[in-house]
């Protein structure tokens, strides 16, 4: 209580006035519909609280797709309930929900909001037909119209209140991210003590998938972030590539080749002119009769030329609408096919088997806990990682479970007029917007809200004692139901860190398996894209040695090209592809080896690729014996 108390004595005059404007979002959206005869009213007070964001782009954008996904769910809902006769909509329904889950996880950023309200909308629409057939249509009409009216008193009373995103300084943040990746490149050159560049390579991992991760939400709203996305995403990759290439020549250089002292005076300078904020020079070649033992900058000369390209262009004033000139190697797509088909069977076999429930049993309660599993499994579906939300969804669900029965039984029969009604909500929705600006408690504030929302059936006909307590501990079971399943069925936190990493190694162990080269832009932005996975999954906890994966398969592409175009060679190809055949498993083993057969080789170019692959397994260990830990492997 203390604690609380000392929340509440926190909050300054902006989260107070949030505060306020969410819980007069909520009730004048009940207001309206309740003035407008719409039934079931009290869906309109449940946008505000989905809806409200950070940043007024945010609110628009999640506002429009609310709209689209309600309106495309509501018609496929009527479909649904107008031509399948009634024993088919359970399973039609079920269909329904299985792809948008699907669809939500194929859509990128607020887009994949449209998806979630696409399928939630289905199941509102459907579940009820399922008791009240001959409703079908007045229930569909009525979701929309709350729909409509909820997201318009939001947008107009708590979007335009809420602040705009801070591009600018998102887009600062992402350019000294990449200033300290060419300080971190200039220390792995010419640093010789681990300790100073691990600690900054590892913040850089964090700092990069904390950037990524921010970069839709900051966008939002904004014709102009959208289109500058793409240069921020074209930095930040460049970022990355930054320090793989220096790391690899990291090693490069400790095995006794040089780096001239000109090229390092560039570097420096590339450091100095990056810092105060002037145009980058490219780094110039390194003369080879002066220094016949050097690295080779070529790797690390593009990724700067990148990274020079994708700042000039992000903070452009203005650019070619067809990004003439400008380079934009990007990460692969965010998109998480098993996480998809994860999410998208847990909710469809949820919403089958409760609606099965419903219909067979033709019982109110169970009517309520069927929808409180639909929604709470497509919600839950929809995150990255459900499994954290699980004790704020089982907690708000039941407080607002309980506070709604007690409102059932206390005072709904004493407010029983329109007016009064509207009156009796002001103190929940108040409370509501308070805690939603709690940050300890926002997230169970929300939970309890729309829970509060569903099983108050603000509005409605007075209930007995029996049929309220049936009611609230239906959706209580419901939700603990599908809070149990998500725990039983989704990824833990190492588990899921092993698959990703797994993927990572399947990537690489592609290039073994092609018969030909790779294209290096394709591989590179998959594993890219894995490498910043793992890093948002895990956070400060990720394994090192990424980077080591990364450059191993870098290493594989070039010794492929580099043995095509040595036809004269008669080096037997296979003993390195059998020495990589299981590098996953004894990284050590196939050190040795390909230490082994690049010390016999004749061809100096094919001998250093073999010492670079060699060098790359040294440094993916870590992550590698990281994933060695998974039972059965």
């Given at each position: ?78 479909l649904i309930i107008s031509f399948s006769p009634t024993p088919w909509q359970p399973v039609w329904m079920a269909l329904a929900v299985f792809c948008s ?533």
């Amino acid at each position: 209580m203390s604690s609380l108390f000392a929340a509440l004595t926190a909050l300054d005059k902006t989260a107070w006035r949030h505060a306020f404007l969410l819980a007069l979002s909520s009730w004048l959206s009940f207001v309206i519909a309740t003035v407008l005869g719409v039934e079931h009213a009290y869906w309109a007070a449940m946008p505000v609280w989905v809806l409200a964001q950070a940043t007024r782009g945010l609110v628009f954008e999640r506002a429009f797709y609310r709209l689209v996904g309600t309106g495309a769910g509501a018609l496929i809902g009527l479909l649904i309930i107008s031509f399948s006769p009634t024993p088919w909509q359970p399973v039609w329904m079920a269909l329904a929900v299985f792809c948008s889950i699907g669809l939500l996880h194929s859509l990128h950023g607020v887009r994949s909001y449209m998806a979630l309200m696409l399928g939630i909308t289905i199941a509102v629409v459907v579940m009820p037909a399922l008791l009240y057939f001959e409703d079908g249509m007045q229930l569909a009409w009525a979701r929309v119209q709350c729909t409509l009216i909820g997201v318009s008193v939001t947008t107009l009373i708590t979007g335009f209140g809420t602040p705009k995103s801070a591009r600018d300084e998102f887009y600062l943040k992402v350019r000294t991210l990449a200033v300290d990746a060419a300080e971190t490149a200039l220390l792995l050159l010419t640093s010789q003590n681990p300790k100073q560049w691990q600690q900054k390579l590892s913040q850089i991992h964090l700092d990069l998938s904390a950037l990524e991760a921010q970069t839709v939400s900051m966008a939002a709203g904004s014709v102009d972030g959208h289109k500058r996305n793409a240069y921020v995403e074209a930095l930040l990759f460049a970022t990355l590539e930054t320090v793989a290439a220096a790391q690899h020549l990291h090693y490069q250089i400790q095995r006794g080749m040089v780096i001239s002292p000109a090229a390092l005076q560039q570097l420096e300078d590339v450091v100095q002119r990056f810092k105060v904020g002037q145009a980058l020079e490219p780094i110039r070649r390194q003369a080879p009769e002066r220094y016949p033992d050097k690295v080779s900058l070529a790797r690390l000369r593009r990724a700067l030329g990148q990274v020079a390209r994708a700042e000039a262009a992000l903070f452009a004033e203005s650019y070619p609408w067809w990004r003439k000139g400008v380079s934009v190697r990007r990460f692969e797509p965010a998109r998480n096919w098993v996480l998809a088909r994860r999410a998208a069977l847990i909710a469809g076999g949820a919403a089958l088997t409760s609606s099965l429930a419903v219909y067979f049993t033709q019982n109110v309660a169970f009517e309520l806990a069927a929808t409180g599993i639909c929604i709470f499994s497509m919600i839950l579906g929809s995150m990255p990682r459900p499994q954290a939300f699980i004790r704020f969804v089982m907690t708000g669900a039941c407080i607002g479970a309980v506070v709604a029965a007690f409102y059932r039984i206390g005072l709904q029969p004493y407010f029983i007029t329109p007016v009064a009604v509207c009156i009796s909500i002001i103190p929940f929705v108040v409370l509501a917007g308070i805690g939603r600006v709690i940050p300890s408690i926002a997230n169970y504030a929300l939970d309890a809200i729309m829970c509060f929302l569903i099983v108050s059936q603000l509005g409605g006909p007075v209930a007995s004692i029996d049929v309220v307590l049936q009611g609230a501990s239906a959706l209580i079971a419901g939700v603990v139901l599908t809070c149990g399943a998500y725990k039983l069925l989704t990824q833990h936190s190492d588990k899921w860190a092993r698959f990703l990493i797994g993927e990572m190694i399947k990537t690489v162990q592609s290039i073994l398996s092609s018969a030909q080269a790779q294209p290096v832009g394709q591989w590179r932005a998959r594993m890219a894209r894995h490498i910043l996975r793992l890093s948002q999954w895990m956070g400060a906890d990720t394994p090192t040695g990424s980077l080591g994966l990364f450059n191993l398969g870098y290493g594989l592409i070039a010794w492929q090209r580099l043995s095509a175009a040595a036809k004269n060679s008669n080096f037997d190809h296979s003993v390195v592809l059998s020495a990589l055949a299981d590098f996953a498993h004894h990284p050590d083993h196939s050190q040795q080896v390909l230490l082994r057969v690049a010390a016999q080789l004749d061809d100096a170019t094919l001998a250093d690729a073999l010492y670079d692959m060699a060098d790359a397994l040294v440094e993916a260990k870590p992550v590698l014996l990281f994933w060695q830990q998974t039972p059965g492997q």
